[in-house]
């Protein structure tokens, strides 16, 4: 080999190792740029929640002032449910008022098992919970933790992590993790600002997740330190790509043009702003958005209740998960419940800001989780493809200068399981498979045909600011009602165009058209 070529040779490695360099450096500055700029975008939500607060103040005190009979925006009072058990003495039978809690020990756990606590019990002292109120200092942190530095201020029963609770408690059992583990949210902000909006303050508009999850470690800072007690987000807000073959598909196929901002490249790949989003249920306001009240002769006189009645839905919650949190039953002081149940995530294409915007066009899919075609592609049904067309023209629209927007939530084959679901696969492969009898299959085995109960999912909408939507990538009528009524218009229902329908997925299209 030739001197020359040798130099070149070494030449060669000293620029690839200046440019491997170079890359490397480039990631750290880009990891650096998304950790300032989530601080910042802490900053800002903060700065935000907190003019929105004055500014409700600045405005009672002026009232205040010039009208001395004046009531405040904001009665606490009435959530007011007595702190005795909502349910009647004679039904308490085997709980007893002489659990004692646990006052801090010097280790970090106690032998001493919890079984419940009283409102009126000694050291028991919950943080203030005022739901809706603007102020976040008096609407307060959402605080459920049990541990022992924690337990006798918790304003929530339930725990963090949804159905990942249980994990967490294996975990514990099994001393993988340390029981007042506390975590450090360095680097871990919101990648995106959102808020606050006036759906925010309104207690009939959000009863299922916490407006201010996203916040929580940061807002209330000076609660965990002079209190000493754990305040964790049940919101995560992130930043990534989506890559899904039938997208590289769209786009060699014309039906997605790559522009380098939402769809990336030539493979598809898009860019996407991801909100993870636990449930925290207000039980009143859950109560009353279900329509679980005291009826006065018949639930078809109008009107069918007299008040919403959040201790039937307290006991049903109780009896119906094994009797796990009893707190429901002694606890009528504490209003939010963190269910063991999934979440949801939001994916948004394009702007985040431009979800809350009415001058912009938004087209939204809310989709419920189906495993079986979602992850693993069956054709049985039509969700993976209907998911697919929804994500395209969800991307389509934030190309146009729009917003686009999907919503997974975790409700399994109909919120009733994959085992219910597989049962009811086996009764329609073994019987007569016909849109007629698709939903009856499904009540033969689990008492109901559906137990989605889409009262809540409009929740998540409020949330993310959107006051309308121009197309509604779902024929659902469930979905639709739910949304309409809870004050957001829906101009246009787009349905699954016909060839992207499996043919073994006939039968529930057929059978969904039917029912509405």
């Not at 009126?120 to 959402?142: A, H």
């Not at 997208?247 to 997605?256: A, M």
């Not at 993976?384 to 999907?406: D, M, N, T």
Request: hydrophobic content about 35%; aromatic content about 6%.
């Amino acid at each position: 080999m030739s001197s020359s070529a040798v130099d070149q040779t070494a030449l060669m490695k000293e620029v690839l190792g200046a440019l491997k360099t170079l890359q490397t450096n480039q990631i750290q500055l880009a990891a650096n740029v998304d950790a300032i700029s989530g601080r910042v975008n802490v900053l800002a939500g903060m700065k935000e929640v907190r003019d929105v607060a004055n500014d409700s103040s600045s405005k009672s005190s002026t009232v205040s002032k010039s009208i001395d009979t004046s009531a405040p925006d904001h009665d606490p009072s009435d959530d007011h449910v007595p702190s005795s058990p909502s349910l009647p003495a004679s039904e308490l039978e085997g709980v007893k008022e002489s659990t004692q809690i646990a006052l801090a020990p010097k280790s970090s756990s106690t032998s001493r098992i919890i079984l419940t606590t009283y409102p009126s019990q000694s050291g028991i002292n919950p943080l203030p919970m005022d739901w809706g109120n603007k102020d976040f200092q008096l609407r307060g942190p959402v605080v459920v933790s049990r541990t022992q530095s924690t337990i006798r201020r918790r304003n929530a029963i339930g725990a963090h992590g949804g159905s990942y609770s249980i994990y967490y408690a294996l975990a514990v059992a099994s001393k993988e993790i340390k029981v007042d583990h506390r975590p450090d949210f360095t680097n871990t902000e919101p990648a995106a600002n959102i808020g606050p909006f006036p759906q925010w303050a309104d207690k009939k508009k959000i009863v299922s997740m916490d407006p201010l999850g996203h916040l929580s470690p940061w807002l209330f800072s000076e609660t965990i330190e002079k209190e000493n007690v754990d305040i964790r987000p049940t919101i995560a807000i992130t930043r990534a790509h989506m890559k899904l073959p039938e997208l590289e598909q769209s786009v060699r196929e014309g039906r997605l043009i790559p522009d380098g901002k939402v769809c990336l490249n030539e493979s598809g790949e898009l860019a996407v702003t991801k909100f993870a989003v636990e449930p925290v249920w207000y039980l009143p306001g859950v109560a009353e958005r279900f329509g679980i009240g005291t009826f006065l002769v018949s639930p078809t006189v109008t009107p069918a209740y007299l008040s919403s009645d959040e201790g039937t839905l307290r006991r049903s919650l109780f009896e119906h998960t094994g009797g796990s949190y009893p707190e429901l039953i002694t606890r009528g002081d504490i209003k939010l419940f963190l269910p063991p149940i999934g979440g949801l995530t939001v994916y948004c294409f394009g702007d985040p800001a431009k979800m809350s915007d009415e001058k912009v066009k938004l087209a939204l899919r809310v989709h419920d989780e189906c495993n079986g075609s979602d992850v693993f592609g069956s054709d049985i049904c039509t969700c993976r493809p209907y998911l697919i067309y929804g994500i395209e023209e969800a991307v389509k629209e934030a190309q146009k200068g729009g917003s686009g927007v999907v919503i997974y939530f975790r409700k399994e084959g109909r919120a009733l399981g994959e085992v219910t679901k597989y049962l009811v696969y086996n009764a329609r492969k073994r019987g007569s498979d016909r849109a007629s009898e698709y939903f009856k299959r499904t009540e033969n085995i689990a008492g109901v045909k559906d137990m989605r109960f889409q009262a809540l999912m409009p929740d998540i909408l409020h949330w993310l600011g959107i006051k309308k939507i121009d197309r509604m990538l779902s024929m659902s009528n469930m979905k639709h009602d739910a949304i309409v009524g809870q004050g957001i218009p829906i101009h246009e229902r787009v349905e699954l165009p016909e060839s992207w329908i499996p043919a073994d997925s006939r039968v529930e299209i057929d059978a969904k058209i039917n029912a509405g």
